[in-house]
């Protein structure tokens, strides 16, 4: 599942989508302010390779978002108030504003 990053050309904002696929036809409009002016921004990727087999740390909510909280603290970054919003939203049980799915 794609995730986009895109800066608003009308209130200069960032902020990111889900798309359900690649092939999404899904147009992406900003998020705060609705504008359609808005273009793709090149954003840093993780990737976990690793497996855990115990399959109870899956059905843990808390356990979402961990590599992605990890990844920011390791390369000292600070993470954007998007993100925490969708992990916090994500252990509760609530789908991200604009997941196409």
Do not use: W
Request: charged letters at 25%.
């Amino acid at each position: 599942m794609p995730i986009y990053e895109y800066k608003c050309t009308d209130c200069n904002k960032v902020f990111e989508m889900f798309f359900k696929s690649y092939s999404s036809s899904k147009t992406p409009e900003c998020t705060f302010c609705e504008s359609s002016q808005v273009s793709k921004i090149i954003s840093s990727v993780t990737f976990n390779v690793k497996s855990n087999s115990d399959a109870g740390y899956f059905s843990d909510s808390s356990n979402i978002g961990k590599h992605v909280e990890q990844s920011f603290s390791k390369h000292g970054l600070e993470m954007p108030d998007s993100v925490r919003k969708n992990i916090d939203n994500a252990r509760k049980g609530k789908m991200p504003k604009g997941l196409d799915i």
